[in-house]
């Protein structure tokens, strides 16, 4: 593959069946090894809410979706579990939830970022949609290290479609506004959208490379029974190992980025996990769910979600026998960007 690879040189990697997909799995990992190194970093997901105002066709916490319990973690209650996390040895928390833009909504996150940084030693990754620049300069300012945004698909007009309330230049200029801000940025997409083609899969890897990201969660499309996409199959149902096909070419378009062993690839690979097999196919960050057992039940995104009968510290305690089988180690410190550029 030449230095920047092209669309071509992407579908060519997408394509590879039988032993030369093993081969591709060994060089990603082989990659992952060279610039990553063996550590894997750690980092808590805190879904806080799931009130959303949105509709996007595939997600099951979608603002249409009155079969939900809706529910908002006040402060205290996220940090009681911001407090155990370091013991845990994630060292950033992910603060997650739908997406509302309210002032009120806003006003406590920020105070809610400024409490973490003051009262424990974590990094802060927010990840909850699309604001004004203005708003993400506040939350930079009380002090957000990171943002995740997924962009979901580069197809402008698939994206469309599955997004009633956004277009893709929106999301993109959302991304840009991070970046400007000095905010670590992470992007990435659903594999396998009802829509999507190989093409596209390509474009998606591409797009995550021309962003310069630090980091780039991608995981599986899995149909929601209360969505719009019900019934809608996953773009690679006859061939499910695209999923990691995926994961493996997109370590290889993009070796010094951050790419976490996603949820969704254990709902749809059980066992084996997909999460181990993702770690050893370019994945080099897992990210616990450190929610309370009360409310995970109601952050259902997609069937089969795991650990929703677990705790933040059952989960932590996972975690690190799934990494000592693997003969990985835990990672120390933040786990920041490696771009040299971004570092704090
Ligand atoms: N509201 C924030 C946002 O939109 O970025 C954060 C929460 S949103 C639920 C987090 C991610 O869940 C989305 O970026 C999407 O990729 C993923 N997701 C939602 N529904 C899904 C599904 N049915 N299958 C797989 N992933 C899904
Ligand atoms: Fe709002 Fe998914 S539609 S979080």
Redesign the pocket.
């Known amino acids: 593959m030449r230095d920047s690879p092209q669309v071509d040189d992407v579908l060519s990697l997408l394509q590879a069946r039988g032993s030369a997909r093993q081969a591709l799995y060994e060089r990603a990992d082989a990659l992952r090894r060279a610039t990553m190194g063996e550590q894997v970093f750690l980092r808590g997901i805190v879904?806080f809410s799931n009130i959303?105002a949105?509709d996007?066709l595939?997600?099951?916490?979608?603002a249409s979706n009155d079969g939900v319990r809706r529910y908002r973690m006040s402060e205290d209650e996220v940090l009681t579990v911001a407090r155990r996390m370091d013991d845990w040895h994630q060292h950033t928390i992910v603060l997650?939830?739908?997406?509302t833009d309210s002032s009120a909504g806003n006003d406590r996150l920020e105070a809610l970022i400024g409490r973490i940084k003051a009262e424990t030693p974590l990094s802060v990754t927010v990840?909850?949609?699309?604001r004004p620049r203005a708003v993400y300069a506040r939350w930079r300012a009380a002090g957000m290290d990171r943002y995740?945004?997924?962009f979901?698909t580069s197809d402008a007009e698939l994206f469309a479609r599955l997004h009633p309330a956004c277009t893709l230049a929106e999301r993109l200029a959302c991304l840009r506004d991070l970046r400007d801000l000095g905010v670590q940025v992470g992007s990435?997409?659903?594999i396998g959208l009802p829509g999507e083609t190989l093409e596209t899969l390509a474009r998606n890897i591409l797009l995550c490379r021309d962003l310069d990201l630090d980091m780039i969660?991608i995981?599986?499309?899995?149909?929601?029974p209360a969505?719009p996409?019900a019934d809608a199959a996953n773009a690679y149902a006859d061939d499910p190992d695209m999923h990691f096909v995926a994961l493996a070419a997109l370590r290889i378009a993009n070796p010094d980025a951050h790419i976490p062993a996603?949820t969704?690839f254990d709902?749809l690979f059980p066992s084996p996990s997909g999460r181990d097999l993702a770690l050893q196919r370019g994945a080099n960050v897992f990210m616990p769910n450190s929610t309370p057992g009360e409310y995970r039940r109601d952050?259902m995104?997609?069937p089969d979600k795991p650990c929703v009968d677990e705790t933040g510290g059952m989960c932590a305690f996972c975690v690190a026998g799934r990494l000592e089988m693997l003969g990985r180690q835990i990672g120390a410190g933040p786990g920041h960007s490696l771009k040299s550029a971004r570092q704090p």
Request: hydrophobic fraction near 35%; include cysteine.
């Open positions: 879904e959303c949105n996007c595939y997600c099951g916490i979608r997650q939830a739908g997406e990840s909850v949609g699309n995740l945004l997924r979901e990435g997409f659903m969660g995981g599986p499309f899995i149909a929601h969505t996409l996603t969704a709902a952050y995104l997609y």
